[in-house]
């Protein structure tokens, strides 16, 4: 037996214990679109049927008619779309200021920004109503997309990719009379690129899933996210419409998805250049 086939045949069990592994992981996703398109009655027949049914656009007529499904989706783009946007620019020059400028107190900020990673989001909760509600701001997108522009996780990151970043490369620009703002923009964005990618897929990801802070903010139904308005639509009703719900949860994957597989090459190296130097 040669060389290479040996190996390919010791290769078989760690290939089909990833296969399994793999099942695993897309088997919930592949049944949750399956049960998108099928009646509430179908959906708990035994045994399962794991082709598609015809009932999606039932499903989606039923969600539009009750939540307005496509006000909603546009809700949560917007507030996931504005949070992630702010939330990069803050992490961005925050991280850019702790990882290469020197300055009294820098270590003792930092540690205070990162100490707050243990604080419980649940603790936040009084003391953020309080203060959006003293600003006038409940019942409106400032009041959710306010409290997520400042994220340490992303901060953290920031700083450690660009920890890893020469010096020199930015000396090199001040010499040729560039300012700080030219700086950053013109070289510590581009190089910087796989870093901001992978972070905006967990912002994204975050801002897009979040259900706490927005069902206490926004009272009004035409202000809800997706997910609030899931969450209304199950417990406002005597009899529960699985279909339009689960139809309303798989259409919630799909921003993630389109996102994930736009910045998939950057997401891998942007956790790397993350983890490279502390």
């Known amino acids: 037996m040669s060389t290479a086939r040996s190996a390919r045949l ?15 992981s897309v088997g919930p996703f592949y049944w949750l679109v399956v049960a998108a398109t099928r009646s509430d009655s ?3 027949d035994w045994p399962p049927n794991l082709l598609p049914g015809g009932h999606l656009g039932e499903n989606l007529d039923h969600l539009q008619a009750k939540i307005g499904l496509g006000r909603v ?53 009084v ?23 400042c994220v340490p996780f992303a901060i953290f990151l920031m700083r450690q990719a660009l920890s890893s970043m020469p010096d020199e490369l930015l000396d090199a ?16 964005v581009p190089v910087m690129r796989p870093a901001l990618a992978a972070l905006a897929i967990f912002l994204f990801l975050g801002s897009w899933n979040q259900f706490v802070w927005p069902l206490i903010a926004l009272r009004s139904p035409g202000m809800h996210t997706l997910p609030v308005a899931l969450a209304t639509l199950h417990a406002s009703e005597s009899t529960t419409d699985y279909g339009a719900i689960l139809a309303g949860t798989a259409v919630s994957t799909l921003p993630m ?8 090459r950057q997401f891998i190296s942007g956790l790397l250049a993350g983890a490279t130097k502390g």
């Open 257 to 264: 998805m389109v996102l994930f597989l736009a910045l998939q």
């Open 42 to 44: 179908e959906i708990f």
């Open 127 to 149: 003391p953020l109503f309080k203060m959006m509600m003293s600003l006038g701001l409940l019942d409106s997108y400032q009041a959710v997309v306010l409290p997520g522009l």
């Open 73 to 125: 989706v546009l809700n949560s783009l917007a507030v996931a779309g504005l949070q992630t946007t702010g939330a990069l620019v803050v992490a961005l020059l925050a991280g850019y200021a702790f990882a290469k400028f020197r300055f009294r107190g820098r270590t003792v900020l930092f540690a205070l920004l990162l100490s707050t990673l243990v604080v419980p989001e649940q603790v936040m909760l």
């Open 10 to 24: 010791r290769g078989w069990p760690l290939t089909l214990v990833l296969a399994g592994v793999a099942g695993l």
């Open 173 to 188: 620009a001040r010499v040729d009379g560039a300012g700080e703002l030219r700086v950053l923009w013109s070289v510590v």
